[in-house]
């Protein structure tokens, strides 16, 4: 198995090099789908990959928790609070399988912005930081994040086939396409330039989100 982790701290690192401007347009609202998670009792343990991808998503769905509140609390728009929301569901479903499969769970959800690992916090703290820039940064962080999110699901969902695990990262990958097709909106209605993926190809962004009845990547401008 990869690690997830490492993963999202270098391709995001990456793109918080590239600033883009922002031209204000519109306020934009989002409200991400209700979650229904459930798991059920099994007696077979996880093998040590599929554990180390469990608790590597309880991390990143508390980053991307965490960041959005601390978004909202910045701009004060509605996406980020009804994102926020969502991410809470999110990890409060991954928890859940923590607790059902007896694995000790690494992080404390009292306190946003807290992480353990340094290079986790760090990155939390650049984040943030380019999410200040501008509004337009902002939808930016939110979008990169949801794209990621996504990518680690997929990998996660082809390294298992535990009913448990594939239920859970199934309905998260649904709902990070949801938030990924409200932030690309966003970027697009506070810029008026189309959303261009940052880690995803246009292809792999278009199919996503049409696969939900989501307009795609349209003619960039």
């Known amino acids: 198995m990869k690690t ?12 918080l090099l590239v600033f883009t401007a922002s031209v204000p ?4 609202q989002a ?6 998670i459930t798991t059920t009792n099994t007696t077979l343990p996880l093998s040590p990959e599929e554990e180390a991808t469990l608790l590597a ?12 509140a601390t978004l909202y609390d910045l701009w004060n728009m509605p996406i980020f609070l009804n994102i926020s929301q969502s991410e809470s569901r999110h990890t409060a479903s991954i928890a859940k399988l923590l607790s059902a499969y007896n694995i000790p769970d690494p992080v404390d959800d009292s306190q946003i912005g807290v992480f353990e690992d340094p290079e986790i916090q760090k990155l939390y703290t ?6 200040s820039v501008s509004l337009a940064e902002a939808y930016e962080v939110g979008a990169t994040i949801e794209e990621m999110d996504i990518m680690d699901l997929e ?14 990262y199934s309905n998260l990958k ?9 932030f690309s909106r966003a970027i697009e209605n506070q810029t008026g330039i189309d959303y261009i993926p940052r880690l995803m190809t246009t292809e792999e962004y278009n199919q996503l989100t049409s696969s939900r009845g989501n307009r795609g990547l349209g003619k960039q401008r």
């Not at 998503?57 to 959005?68: I, S, W």
């Open 4 to 15: 997830y982790v490492k993963i999202l701290m270098l391709s995001l690192l990456a793109i």
């Open 25 to 28: 347009v519109s306020l934009v």
């Open 31 to 36: 409200s991400a789908p209700s979650e229904a």
């Open 57 to 68: 998503m309880r991390v990143e769905e508390k980053l991307a928790h965490d960041v959005y």
């Open 126 to 131: 650049d984040l943030i930081a380019q999410g």
């Open 155 to 168: 990998e996660a969902l082809a390294e298992t086939d535990n009913a448990d695990l594939e239920r859970v």
């Open 174 to 182: 649904n709902g990070s396409i949801h938030h990924l097709s409200a």
